[in-house]
């Protein structure tokens, strides 16, 4: 009786946590309704539905806490669990590649008869995907639980709100900027399986009607509660992706998150900030708990040779390139130069292109969306001084901990700008 009543009330706690998480957090996601109500008049029939993900994530998450899956399991396991995941959905996507093969080979007359094995085998493998998602899910939710407590990021050891994340297919994106002007407008959630035919025709159906620039995009986590995160057999961007909207969570319960919608800055502030400590925290978990994983180092420069070869043509720079374009672009705009802005990005997306960079459209829906992730210099952001700023801070501040309390209590770039400039580091 006493297991029974200690469980009871885990599972009773667990139960209102999530619940209060999900009522404070759940709005800091939904954009303003009377701001893109004529663009929803082309996308209500195929909107991502939230409400239901949500219930059903939630239901996985009290059912792990009722078990407390991966609790009992040894470290070795723990590790052994992860790469048999791992390997599992590298061969899931080997197979669906193979599949999707079948049915686009011309020479096939019947591919429903000629992948029914494979269809089967799928089937298999998406139940067994099915048994050990939530047991990864579960050790790698206390990975970087651990993590983030050892860095100062929690509340008697508990990170709040706690790292909880659900991988699932994610839905797309419609992002809607004005032409002249790179301003991100609508951030619109789709569901993930509109064919390329379908977005291309849904985009153009929004620009024409409402002289606007749109694009729909593929997403690799968003900031719900529990987060969403897409399935990949890749764990270094897995575990930075949890981490990243763990700190989305993390800044929803402060001053800056809460202000994310507030102003194309604050945006930057938000998506800089957690791409910076998703980065940390990461690199983090991997060294501790997978070093076997980590992308190898940087090989060292080579020596500087007596005689100077021949002079190569010099290596190809995306984000140096994409840096030249959206200043380009930001200067024809200011000088409302619309078209030719318009026509500049197509020409630049065809020399991306021959670079083997395979971008199908670069508008300004693509400058407002790529644009807020800043935690680099160069790239889409251009001279945004955004997220300069932010990366200074970090500079700045003695510890990731430090850096996040900062920032997260700022409701402006001016308070931003004004910590920079003062320079003293504070922890």
């Known amino acids: 009786?006493?297991?029974?009543?200690?469980?009871?009330?885990?599972?009773?706690?667990?139960?209102?946590?999530?619940?209060?998480?999900?009522v404070l957090l759940g709005a800091s996601v939904v954009p303003p309704g009377d701001k893109i109500e004529r663009i929803r008049a082309f996308t209500r029939n195929i909107e991502f539905d939230y409400l239901n993900w949500t219930i059903n994530a939630l239901g996985v998450k009290l059912e792990q806490a009722a078990l407390q899956t991966g609790k009992y399991l040894s470290p070795d396991r723990k590790h052994q669990v992860m790469l048999e995941y791992l390997d599992?959905?590298?061969?899931?996507?080997?197979?669906?590649?193979?599949?999707?093969?079948?049915?686009?080979?011309?020479?096939?007359?019947?591919?429903?008869?000629?992948?029914?094995?494979?269809?089967?085998?799928?089937?298999?493998?998406?139940?067994?995907?099915?048994?050990?998602?939530?047991?990864?899910?579960s050790v790698l939710q206390d990975q970087v639980a651990q993590v983030i407590a050892d860095m100062g990021l929690s509340a008697g050891g508990q990170p709040i709100p706690p790292v909880l994340y659900h991988s699932t297919t994610l839905p797309l994106a419609l992002i809607v900027s004005p032409r002249e002007v790179i301003r991100q407008d609508a951030n619109i959630s789709l569901i993930p399986d509109l064919s390329?035919?379908?977005?291309?025709?849904?985009?153009?159906?929004?620009?024409?009607?409402?002289?606007?620039?749109?694009?729909?995009?593929?997403?690799?986590?968003?900031?719900?509660?529990?987060?969403?995160?897409?399935?990949?057999?890749?764990?270094?961007?897995?575990t930075e992706v949890v981490a990243h909207e763990w700190v989305h969570n993390f800044l929803s319960l402060r001053p800056l998150g809460v202000n994310y919608l507030t102003s194309p800055?604050?945006?930057?502030?938000?998506?800089?900030?957690?791409?910076?400590?998703?980065?940390?925290?990461?690199?983090?978990?991997?060294?501790r708990f997978y070093p076997e994983l980590l992308p190898p180092p940087a090989p060292p420069a080579p020596p500087v040779p007596e005689v100077k070869p021949p002079a190569e043509p010099p290596r190809f720079d995306f984000r140096a390139e994409m840096r030249e374009t959206r200043v380009t672009v930001d200067l024809m705009l200011a000088e409302n130069r619309i078209e030719e802005a318009e026509?500049?990005?197509?020409?630049?997306?065809?020399?991306?292109?021959?670079?083997?960079?395979?971008?199908?459209?670069?508008?300004?829906?693509?400058?407002?969306?790529?644009?807020?992730?800043?935690?680099?210099?160069?790239?889409?952001?251009?001279?945004?001084?955004?997220?300069?700023?932010?990366?200074?801070?970090?500079?700045?501040?003695?510890?990731?901990?430090?850096?996040?309390?900062r920032i997260s209590w700022m409701t402006s770039v001016e308070q931003l700008q004004r910590a920079v400039q003062r320079g003293e580091p504070q922890g």
Request: charged share 20%; hydrophobic share 45%; proline share 3%.
């Open 1 to 22: 009786m006493a297991r029974f009543l200690t469980a009871s009330r885990r599972i009773l706690s667990t139960t209102l946590v999530l619940l209060l998480a999900i």
């Open 88 to 137: 599992l959905i590298s061969f899931i996507q080997e197979r669906e590649s193979l599949l999707s093969s079948i049915y686009a080979d011309p020479n096939i007359s019947d591919p429903s008869v000629a992948s029914a094995g494979l269809r089967h085998e799928l089937d298999q493998l998406y139940a067994r995907r099915a048994e050990l998602a939530p047991l990864v899910e």
């Open 265 to 287: 800055e604050l945006r930057t502030m938000n998506e800089t900030a957690a791409s910076i400590a998703g980065k940390e925290i990461s690199q983090a978990v991997m060294e």
């Open 343 to 405: 026509e500049y990005m197509e020409l630049r997306r065809q020399f991306f292109w021959e670079n083997g960079y395979r971008i199908r459209k670069l508008n300004q829906a693509y400058f407002a969306f790529y644009g807020a992730y800043a935690d680099q210099p160069g790239g889409a952001a251009g001279k945004d001084p955004v997220g300069a700023a932010v990366r200074q801070l970090r500079e700045q501040s003695p510890s990731l901990a430090s850096f996040l309390k």
């Open 196 to 238: 390329l035919e379908q977005r291309v025709a849904l985009e153009e159906k929004v620009d024409t009607t409402l002289n606007v620039s749109s694009l729909v995009v593929g997403v690799g986590g968003i900031g719900m509660y529990p987060t969403m995160i897409m399935q990949t057999d890749d764990i270094n961007w897995l």
